[in-house]
């Protein structure tokens, strides 16, 4: 079993910054891949990021590329997502996941992921 804990969230005004932290504890092959999405009420869940701790460039949402940075630390199993330039629209809670290794083209869907954080609620004001 994995457990997967997101922190950081937050209310912000629209060009600001947030970075969030995600902490995987638990078996560390079963969390290979790592990633966040983020929604909105009413609204399926949406894909930010994804990647490999065994390697590999991270997987980006063109909605937030260029703005969002996912950085790691090994040592502590902990990822973490530094969100800059943020717009109302980004708006959401937003979740961490784990999952086994998976390929690439899976990154960006939400049923791919087994283990799953509360979420965290970003708010960014205009």
């Known amino acids: 079993q994995v457990q997967v804990v997101e922190s950081g969230g937050g209310l912000v005004q629209a060009g600001g910054s947030l970075r969030l932290s995600c902490a995987a504890s638990?078996?560390?092959?079963?969390?290979?891949?790592m990633g966040w999405f983020r929604q909105i009420p009413g609204k399926e869940r949406e894909f930010v990021v994804g990647?490999?701790?065994?390697?590999?460039?991270?997987t980006y949402a063109d909605s937030v590329k260029g703005r969002f940075t996912i950085s790691r630390d090994q040592n502590k199993n902990t990822v973490y997502l530094q969100m800059n330039s943020l717009k109302p629209e980004d708006t959401a809670v937003y979740y961490c996941?784990?999952?086994?290794?998976?390929?690439?083209?899976?990154?960006?869907?939400?049923?791919?992921?087994?283990?799953w954080g509360q979420g965290t609620q970003v708010t960014v004001s205009s």
């Open positions: 996941a784990a999952t086994d290794r998976i390929p690439l083209t899976s990154y960006r869907q939400s049923s791919a992921y087994r283990y």
């Open positions: 638990g078996r560390t092959f079963s969390s290979d891949t």
């Open positions: 990647f490999s701790w065994s390697g590999g460039y991270p």
